[in-house]
């Protein structure tokens, strides 16, 4: 079992930033697919952003992402994080940290994450 706490969500004007930060525990994290999922109300799940455990990076929602979000993890503290700038109010949304625990390869889904913190929400005004 897997528990995933979320924290650094917050209301901020467009141009802002904001750091996420998740704390995981109760399973081999150092091995573990970690990622970030947004959700917008009336809005599908969208995968923001993944990391292996080796450090490799991936960016599922287009290139203007790639620059103002940057994800990273510390496995000696069990932690993940997401650096969000020039964030805009499209970017609104609940975020949810997550673990794919049976990922193994190729460009991960949100399907292939079966662990779920309860979300920090993200509020962008203009």
């Known amino acids: 079992q897997v528990q995933l706490v979320e924290s650094g969500g917050g209301s901020v004007q467009a141009g802002g930033s904001l750091r996420l930060s998740c704390a995981v525990s109760g399973s081999s994290f150092s091995n573990n697919l970690m990622g970030w999922i947004r959700q917008a109300p009336g809005k599908a799940r969208e995968l923001v952003a993944s990391?292996?455990?080796?450090?490799?990076?991936?960016?599922n929602i287009g290139d203007s992402v790639k620059g103002p979000f940057t994800i990273s993890r510390d496995n000696a503290k069990n932690m993940v994080f997401l650096q969000m700038n020039s964030l805009k109010p499209e970017d609104t949304a609940m975020y949810y940290c997550a673990a794919a625990s049976r990922w193994s390869r190729g460009v991960p889904k949100t399907l292939d994450y079966d662990y779920w913190g309860q979300g920090t929400q993200v509020t962008v005004s203009s």
């Open positions: 990391i292996t455990s080796g450090g490799d990076t991936y960016y």
